[in-house]
């Protein structure tokens, strides 16, 4: 599997490369991240929470930072084991520049992964499908830490106009329906 996106931050690019770095910041990022300890430089033991399709599992792996220029680029490497669900492993090269204005960095990522077990078994499609969602809740969130409180009250104005009380909730009143993030988390 391999997944290219582009995304563009709020914040300069020496305040992105810090976020991209900050282990509390990751871990309210990802969705179904229970944990990131330091494991050493430059490397963390991850455990998480994730669901395709019918498999869900608990993830623990290891990520470690590569080939790092910053606040330029690096590479991530990561592999996990989900018990019976299987594996996953593969990298991830993350590129930081200047955006259109002074206030702004251009985030880019290529990021090649294979899974083996059951997670195989069901499919590409769905896989993809998967990744592609905690990519895109991935951002979202992270562009709301970066930006501060400010996302989840706008967030509120567009919906009915309450504030909800975490992320989850967030994705429920938004789109009217329950989320897969809220599946995960609440699970």
Known sequence: MELTETHTLPVTQERAWEALNDAS??????????SIEAEGENAYAVAMTAAVGPVKARFKGRME????DAPRTYTIVFEGQGGAAGFS????TVHLEPGDDADSTKLSYTANAQVGGKLAQIGSRLVDGAARKIAAEFFKRFGAQLQ??????????EGNGDAP???EEQDVQQKGKKSWTAWISKS
């Open 148 to 157: 501060g409180d400010q996302a989840p009250q706008d967030a509120a104005a």
């Open 89 to 92: 492993k593969g990298s991830a």
């Open 165 to 167: 009380d975490a992320p």
């Open 65 to 68: 930072l590569t080939n790092i």
């Open 25 to 34: 910041i990751l871990k309210a990022c990802i969705p179904g991240c229970d």
